[in-house]
T-cell receptor, first 112, second 116 residues
């Protein structure tokens, strides 16, 4: 157990639907990062939150949104899902800029 | 734009031998961080080693060492005494500093196969 908890582990949904992925960072870590991993795009940075505030943004689609709550857990909302959104979505947390990320086990999203 | 390049899609190494996984990066920043991660077939991402751009000595963590050549913009991972459990995908990554935040970009990865 890495200390970063992601739920659910697997998600199968239809095109056009909306899903929410949840992440609890490692105890003491204030930063949460979201990544999408697909075969054709590799690991793509989506967004970073630090203590509830958005701090950095990657190539996140407008259909996707995220937030970090006062208890530091984070949610990634994916809407109007398309087949191409099928991927492994990772959440990670870190203790600071000089530390590596601790990744959760990921959520495997399949859009059918 | 910042970029990470891993030119070896796959590599084979004999058990107990050392192996070097290549990584080059491109950045105009003076302050940055370089990382290596391991992703076994089970899918989890495991942090291995970190090198700061101002660190003068190469980072080491157990059997892992990072061969940092700043002028050449390379950050190769050296795994000594390879074990069967080292078979995995390895990603080189670089931290970019943004106003108030950070993001880490990843290379395409190198798949390492350790032969018995």
């Amino acid at each position: 157990d890495s200390g970063v908890t992601q739920t659910p582990k697997h998600l199968i949904t239809a095109t056009g639907q909306r899903v929410t992925l949840r992440c609890s960072p490692r105890s003491g870590d204030l930063s949460v990062y979201w990544y999408q991993q697909s075969l054709d795009q590799g690991l793509q940075f989506l967004i970073q939150y630090y203590n509830g505030e958005e701090r950095a943004k990657g190539n996140i689609l407008e259909r996707f949104s995220a937030q970090q709550f006062p208890d530091l857990h984070s949610e990634l909302n994916l809407s109007s899902l398309e087949l191409g959104d099928s991927a492994l979505y990772f959440c990670a947390s870190s203790a600071g800029q000089h530390y590596g990320y601790t990744f959760g086990s990921g959520t495997r999203l399949t859009v059918v | 734009a910042q970029k990470i390049t891993q030119t070896q899609p796959g590599m084979f190494v004999q058990e107990k031998e050392a192996v070097t996984l290549d990584c080059t990066y491109d950045t105009s920043d003076q302050s940055y961080g370089l990382f290596w991660y391991k992703q076994p077939s089970s899918g989890e991402m495991i942090f291995l080693i970190y090198q700061g751009s101002y660190d003068e000595q190469n980072a080491t963590e157990g059997r892992y060492s990072l061969n940092f050549q700043k002028a050449r913009k390379s950050a190769n991972l050296v795994i000594s005494a390879s074990q069967l459990g080292d078979s995995a995908m390895y990603f080189c990554a670089m931290r970019e500093d943004h106003t108030g935040g950070f993001k880490t970009i990843f290379g395409a990865g190198t798949r390492l196969f350790v032969k018995a």
